[in-house]
């Protein structure tokens, strides 16, 4: 073999060198591009758990924290055992609720339901009420008449966050408000968890 030969070679099996380097560094940047925008628009689950009188926020955190959930909020206002929790993309709500049964401290677990009191204009059709909230994807659960006939209960898929649904509807001229419907009455706080709903 030549010495041109020879550094012909070489050459090329540095430029096959770098270019698998290059290759496999754009393969990781587009693929941490495509989750971080795929976890942008992920709308989650929550969870209502109830511990036992006195649980410290430490335990309800390893607790939590050992089944894949995240703990957003202690409830002080409506009960202090009562906490706010967050559940991944990757962890299904039944299985979460299963696996906190599976400790003695907790005493129920539910599920925040994804819902909105949005209110219209006086007189506002229902026709047009069900058209403004279809097209953002809500469905229109109930007319809260007995309060406000102009007052709707409404649901929001899963695949849209909740944030972004009222932003929504803010845009829209017949709508006067829309809020997020309490995770829970503090009428209902005692009520909600009584008996133990895990038997214990």
């Not at 959930?69 to 609720?97: G, H, S, W």
């Not at 102009?150 to 849209?160: C, F, G, I, K, T």
């Amino acid at each position: 073999m030549s010495l041109f030969e020879g550094h012909v070679s070489i050459t090329n099996r540095r430029v096959l060198f770098w270019g698998f380097i290059f290759l496999t560094l754009s393969g990781s940047l587009m693929a941490a591009f495509f989750m971080q925008t795929s976890n942008e628009s992920v709308a989650f689950d929550e969870l209502l758990v109830k511990f036992a009188a006195g649980t410290p926020l430490s335990r309800v955190k390893e607790v939590s924290n050992r089944i894949g959930l995240t703990v957003i909020e202690q409830m002080a206002v409506y009960d202090p055992d009562l906490y706010r929790v967050q559940v991944p993309a990757n962890v299904k709500v039944d299985e979460a609720i299963e696996q906190y049964g599976q400790n003695s401290e907790v005493i129920g677990a539910r599920k925040i339901e994804r819902e909105l009191l949005v209110k219209f204009a006086a007189g506002t059709p229902l026709s047009r009420v069900e058209e403004v909230s279809n097209r953002i994807g809500s469905t229109v659960l109930e007319q809260m008449a007995v309060g406000d006939p102009d007052l709707y209960r409404v649901q929001v898929p899963a695949n849209v966050k909740v944030d972004e649904a009222i932003e929504q509807y803010a845009q829209n001229s017949e709508v006067i408000r829309a809020t997020k419907i309490p995770p829970i009455w503090i009428n209902e706080v005692e009520a909600l968890f009584v008996p133990d709903e895990f038997g214990r």
